[in-house]
């Protein structure tokens, strides 16, 4: 597969794309502005790829500062962006998953407000972009359990990224 297609299931629309790891989802989200602001939809229980509720937190990252990496045991994650522009990297080191040793970055913001659904086991971080910070909103389908959490350093790890800029 390569370059960017898109998949139907169950009536809505899935991007998808050569880097794209197993079980990963980049879900476009509705945005509705009109002149007294805007609304910018994220998960509801009737979407097709909802699983369950765990809880919903938001956090705040500024401007080249890096998060990550962590990993979820059992957690899917369901990440939007809703201020600022962040990139998510994931890195897939799961055994037996066809697309083991995966990289996949995806930039959040207003250029494109989308959900981005992490599954379990996959590592991932994120870095600000925008100034003077950004925001990711959670959606996560369990709560939070740090003895089911893995973390490494972002910058000292067997992860084969670098999380400063490129210039392509």
Same mark, same amino acid.
């Given at each position: 597969?390569?370059g960017?297609?898109?998949?139907? !299931?169950?009536g @809505? #629309?899935?991007?998808?794309? +050569?880097e794209?790891?197993?079980? &990963?989802?980049? /879900?476009?989200?509705?945005?509705?502005?009109?002149?007294?602001?805007?609304?910018?939809?994220?998960?509801?229980?009737?979407?097709?790829h909802?699983?369950?509720?765990?809880?919903i937190?938001?956090?705040?990252i500024?401007?080249?500062?890096?998060?990550?990496?962590? !990993?979820?045991? @059992? #957690?899917?994650?369901?990440? +939007?962006?809703?201020?600022?522009? &962040?990139?998510? /990297?994931l890195?897939?080191?799961?055994?037996?998953?066809?697309?083991?040793?995966?990289?996949q970055?995806?930039?959040?913001?207003?250029d494109?407000?989308?959900?981005?659904?992490?599954?379990?086991?996959?590592?991932?971080?994120?870095?600000?972009m925008?100034?003077?910070f950004?925001?990711?909103?959670?959606?996560?389908?369990?709560?939070?359990?740090?003895?089911?959490?893995?973390?490494?350093?972002?910058?000292d790890?067997?992860?084969?990224?670098?999380?400063g800029?490129?210039?392509?």
């Open positions: 597969m390569s960017t297609v898109q998949r139907v !299931r169950s @809505e #629309m899935v991007a998808t794309g +050569a794209t790891i197993e079980g &990963v989802s980049v /879900v476009p989200l509705a945005r509705i502005p009109d002149e007294r602001g805007t609304i910018m939809h994220m998960l509801k229980r009737t979407d097709v909802f699983l369950e509720f765990g809880e937190y938001f956090t705040t500024y401007p080249e500062v890096v998060k990550g990496w962590h !990993r979820h045991r @059992e #957690m899917t994650l369901n990440y +939007a962006c809703i201020f600022g522009r &962040v990139k998510i /990297v890195y897939d080191d799961r055994a037996g998953s066809a697309t083991r040793g995966a990289l970055e995806i930039f959040l913001g207003p494109n407000h989308s959900l981005v659904i992490i599954p379990p086991g996959v590592w991932n971080g994120a870095k600000g925008g100034a003077p950004s925001i990711i909103a959670n959606c996560c389908t369990h709560p939070h359990d740090p003895s089911l959490t893995t973390r490494l350093d972002p910058f790890n067997d992860i084969p990224y670098d999380w800029i490129r210039h392509r």
